[in-house]
């Protein structure tokens, strides 16, 4: 059984500006930072080596502030990554990846009081991600390939609970890497779909409408952003979309998924949005696969929804509310038909959230 232990970590950023602005919960972004991990392991009796991770800092998702601008909660963000560094690399912890993260997590969050813990997690992801990166390399091997008894000590009852018990990762992780994937197009609130929404034309050879990108890229699945706090808006906006499709491609099995941002005041909002989608468009409403975090991401405020009902009609997955075992556990309890799993959360929290 191969450990390994941190031996120097080193972070730096990356500034790009977005080729057009997206409008993100009630905020127009333009720009994004990016944080690079590098990070030195020795493994016991395998030797050393380099792991790279990389994560964008998604202030304006994981660090929300009516009070704090874009560029504070930014700066917040920065300094935790340097924060975390240096508690990683002075850890004298060795092991797998998962029993690394199990013992870093607790003395990140411990640093960062006053931080939102999605953004702490997004900060270490990472981290993780390089850790996880760097293991797989000590061994000559797809990383995705050592999460079985082989590799780790603990069996998931360590991680998660007693029902997991003799479980390890390997009983849900795929042997082989699927041929192919969906990819979900994002249609953000500001994006043009058809020339006439279209008031300046970047002019660089790339699509810049709805239209656009389905003729040149193919993509069947789609992600419309919605207001959640604007129901005829909402309604318009996927009805516009179903139209600007089913013109292009009568016969093609589109889909789509639903994201409010957490904007919707109560469950009946979504119910009243399927509601008159189905009435107008019964197609539109069928190519509904789920819908995403739509109320707000803390699930133990006073009068928070249940999602049962409108659960009932099509699934609906918390994202932002998902940041460890007990927040999934509730989500259950109110309803929800599962989670959203991304890796901006670390890579360990995401395989333990999927067994």
């Avoid at 249940?306 to 997955?317: E, G, I, L, N």
């Avoid at 556990?329 to 309803?335: D, F, I, N, V, Y």
Wanted: hydrophobic letters at 40%; proline letters at 5%; one cysteine or more.
């Amino acid at each position: 059984m191969t450990g390994i232990k941190i031996k120097e970590v080193a972070v730096y950023f990356e500034d790009f500006a977005y080729r057009a602005p997206m409008k993100f919960r009630a905020t127009v972004v333009d720009r994004v930072t990016l944080l690079n991990v590098r990070i030195r392991v020795e493994a016991n009796g395998r030797g050393r080596a380099v792991g790279f991770g990389s994560m964008t800092m998604g202030n304006v998702w994981a660090f929300p502030s009516a009070t704090l601008t874009y560029d504070q909660t930014l700066a917040a963000m920065k300094e935790l990554a340097v924060k975390f560094a240096a508690i990683a690399a002075s850890h004298d912890g060795e092991g797998h990846p998962l029993e690394l993260n199990h013992q870093l997590e607790p003395r990140y969050l411990a640093a960062a009081p006053g931080i939102p813990p999605l953004c702490a997690l997004v900060v270490a992801s990472a981290l993780d991600a390089a850790i996880h990166d760097a293991y797989g390399k000590t061994l000559g091997l797809n990383c995705y390939r050592a999460y079985g008894p082989d590799f780790i000590a603990h069996d998931l009852s360590r991680y998660l609970d007693s029902r997991f018990e003799g479980e390890y990762l390997d009983r849900y992780v795929s042997d082989e890497p699927r041929p192919s994937l969906h990819v979900y197009h994002l249609v953000g609130a500001l994006d043009p779909l058809t020339d006439t929404d279209v008031r300046t034309r970047i002019g660089d050879g790339r699509p810049e409408t709805l239209q656009e990108w389905v003729r040149a890229e193919g993509v069947d699945h789609i992600k419309i952003k919605l207001d959640g706090d604007n129901l005829s808006w909402d309604v318009d906006r996927i009805l516009s979309v179903d139209r600007i499709l089913s013109e292009l491609e009568p016969n093609a099995e589109w889909r789509y998924s639903l994201d409010f941002n957490e904007r919707c005041q109560s469950a009946q909002y979504v119910l009243d949005c399927f509601a008159l989608v189905r009435e107008a468009e019964l197609r539109a409403f069928e190519r509904v696969q789920y819908v995403e975090q739509p109320t707000n991401r803390d699930l133990n405020a006073p009068g928070t929804p249940d999602m049962r009902q409108a659960a009932k009609v099509k699934p609906v997955v918390i994202d932002e509310s998902l940041v460890d075992y007990a927040s999934l556990l509730r989500a259950r309890e109110l309803g929800y038909s599962g989670v959203a799993l991304k890796a901006c959360k670390g890579q360990s929290n995401a395989l333990l959230m999927g067994a």
